[in-house]
């Protein structure tokens, strides 16, 4: 029988399994049969080389025999596992050993080849994706109960003052090395995790390259690596500590303070929990409904014209920045805590408080983030050809920046960690710009679910795209009511992962939920354009009011 026939007498089309399949196509790797071509054509997301299978089968690059030399090796010897010539055969070195034709073992191979395939890019490489974003909510949580954390602790301070000083900072000791600790958990099982995705992706590109090769010794010396990933390793959740204030009592003064509470993990299995930590399980916070009547709790003047940014350092105290080149620090009472003049003596553009409390803040005509630490000025990031517009801080522990370029024709939004940029986010995926031309005004803000958003008056729109930078949607899709169009100004997410925008010409706040769907508007509160927008850690909304010079604390939801 001849060998270049002989294993394509049983392969039968792939598209309609009844007929045999002369034909082969190399760019997908599949049999067709002659009436199949042309609908297997009709899919334009590949690129498709279909030829006769006899000719496919006749520029494979068969292994020479190692044994007899110039000899091609056309059978296959599934006892010894090795390529073999006919006269392997007629010299009975494979004596009752099970002899295949070489075209049949190499099909099977490639069926074990697309099997893997299938396996790692359908099922194992997105759950260790999952993992690995499981990992990155596990350390926004852990930050964002810190802050909680502390924020307890110095309202526990305040009522006992100076006395207790020394007790506070010992807690605090506590809980950051705690924190640390953790971290270093998570940490070190991100980079585990991370291996093993760049393990997946190698193996993957292997496997395809295989596919492709028409070397067929290398097709049949290729062994799975699949078991190896099929254990998943383990995940574990974090019980957060809490703080539990007591009453004072001073000859107790330390054990009576508070303490807190044990932090635990627990590992699980794939088997145990195929489920990964996402937003709106187990790591998000109680529902906080939105209330039927929104009301301003306090307001703070602020001594600016317009104030245009408002920044929560904690629940008791707000930066602020206006009409000058003063940035503000008030308490809730509107108390003056403290005040930083820029070093070049410029307006700051916009204002953001750090994951570790720092002030920054962007110098658009100098082009550089700056960072204000107790009250040295510090250029955290210095720009060329670019300047920086809006900023916020992110939960990875750097900056979201919208910068445009010198000659005002384009924006981006720019990633950083330190000083270094880590992603540049600027079209979307048919390659035009996701934002309007640099001389619109634009914020940004980083949503629980690590989510983008920009508002952007040059598209009267909000634009969020998703951690990797690709499009989820822009709000609105049309005008409102044929009302006035939607004039963004600042934006804010809270908890919930719910989106606040401030309209300014509309004097009210857009309320969506974290797919962009329109909830509510707060238009009862007496704003009066309003600009900056912040949410400390009980959801409460901080509005700089533009026209009044005041920021305003509204409670919203319950």
Known sequence: MDPLCSAQDAVRCALCSISDAPMFCEGCHTHLCKDCVEEHFADSSKVHNVVPLKQYWTTLNYPKCEKHGAKQCELFCEHCDIPICARCISSKGHQNHNIVDFLENLERKRIDLQTDLRELEKSLFPKYKKIAFHIQVQKVDLKKNSQKIAASLNTQRDIWHREIDDIVNKLKCEFKDIESKHLDVLNKQEVEIQRSISELTQNIVDIKKLLNSKDVLLVCEYKSRNAKFRGLPPKFKISLPSFKPNEINRDQLMEQFGSLSTLTLTFTTEEQDNSVLTQGTESSPPDQPLMNEPRVITAIDTRYDEPYSVSCLNDSEVWTRGDDNIMKLFNLKGELVKSIQTDSKNWPYDIAVTMSGDLVYTDYDNGTVNIVKNTQIQTAIRLEGWRPRSICSSSSGGYLV?????????????????????????????????????????????????????????????????????????????????????????????????????????????????????????????????????????????????????????????
């Open 402 to 558: 919208v910068v445009e370029s010198d000659d005002k024709k384009q924006t981006k939004v720019v990633r950083y960690s330190g000083s270094k940029e880590t992603q540049s986010i600027q079209f979307n995926s048919k390659g035009q710009s996701l934002y309007s031309s640099s001389r619109h005004l634009k914020y940004i803000n980083e949503n629980r679910n690590l989510d983008i958003c920009v508002t952007d008056v040059g598209k009267n729109a909000v634009v969020v795209v998703n951690q990797e930078g690709l499009l989820r949607f822009i709000y609105p899709v049309t005008r409102f009511f044929h009302e006035l169009s939607f004039d963004p100004r600042g934006v804010t997410t809270d908890s919930q992962s719910r989106i606040l925008i401030a309209d300014c010409h509309n004097d009210r706040i857009h309320i969506l939920d974290q797919n962009g769907q329109f909830l509510r508007f707060i238009d009862n509160c007496d704003l009066c354009y309003p600009w900056g927008l912040c949410v400390d850690t009980s959801d409460n909304l901080f509005v700089a009011d533009s026209d009044t010079g005041k920021v305003k604390k509204i409670q919203y939801c319950n």
